[in-house]
């Protein structure tokens, strides 16, 4: 006799409470990161409760990580870190700046390197792939040869974006004194930021962690605007680029509201 509906139901519940405890187990004896713990906490919960049958309060923020600026203060000198990979074929920094850092360092490669193009704008991305569960952990300096070795062996490239932000950081990519690639129309001209996300889904756009790495991309294009000399006027998302068809930096972010905010970091920095 085949099982009835129920009883199907019964067993995947079943299955998913000891998935959910597991992890929970997993979590709270195992997990490395500890700023993500109460995250991964909350996911493991939801489970917990959809298993038992509990109605499901949606997950939201009602405000972003890191809009308190209090920690952009940088004490002591400020030394730049040497470049991940060096040379004229596809250089790149791979080194991930707090928030002070990051001002140092804008502030200190404009006075004192070259610059081999002239940008005058920002154009902002999402990753995409891979989203934030791909990267339970942010970006690392592996990450970042990965991807240097990708962009040339897959996409031909020998350039890339100038940044990547993550929920623990800002990272330096290509360095921001040379041309970038990252947008068809707008490679000559501007900046590359690309967010750690998939923000066509709700998943990735409301959680903690995708607020966080969308923080650090405003707190970026605040700084470049502020520090590099880019006009507030002339941010932009990669989907306004004639040329694509994407929905980057994803289909749940506002252009409106993501302006403003980096506006108003503007003043703070």
């Known amino acids: 006799m085949a099982p009835t509906e129920s009883e199907d139901v019964t067993t995947l519940k079943q ?17 490395g990161v500890e700023e993500q713990q109460a995250d991964a906490r909350m996911v493991a919960d939801q489970l917990l409760a959809l298993a038992s049958g509990e109605i499901l309060e949606p997950v939201t923020a009602d405000e972003q990580p890191g809009s308190d600026l209090s920690d952009i203060d940088f004490q002591g000198t400020f030394t730049p870190p040497d470049w991940l990979v060096k040379g004229d074929v596809f250089p790149i920094v791979g080194r991930k700046f707090t928030r002070a850092e990051f001002i140092e360092y804008v502030k200190w490669v404009k006075q004192n390197e070259s610059y081999l193009w002239d ?16 990267r339970p952990n942010g970006f690392t300096e592996q990450h970042m040869l990965n991807m240097r070795h990708g962009y040339i062996n897959d996409n031909r490239w020998h350039r890339g974006p100038h940044i990547y932000t993550d929920d623990h950081g800002i ?14 129309s707008y490679n000559s001209t501007r900046y590359g930021i690309e967010m750690l996300g998939n923000f066509d889904t709700e998943t990735d756009y409301a959680n903690s962690r995708g607020l966080s790495s969308r923080a650090h991309g405003m707190f970026a294009a605040a700084v470049l605007m502020k520090h590099a000399g880019i006009s507030t006027a002339k941010l932009n998302f990669h989907r306004h680029d004639p040329e694509t068809r994407k929905k980057c930096p994803g289909r749940q972010v506002n252009f409106s509201e993501f302006e403003q905010e980096v506006l108003e970091i503007v003043e703070r920095v």
């Open 119 to 134: 940008p005058t704008g920002i154009t902002m991305h999402h990753t995409g792939f891979p989203d934030l569960s791909i």
């Open 171 to 184: 990272w330096v990519f290509n360095p921001l004194s040379r041309r970038g690639v990252h947008a068809v």
């Open 15 to 31: 299955e998913l409470r000891e998935l959910a405890e597991k992890n929970r187990w997993y979590i709270e004896n195992r997990w």
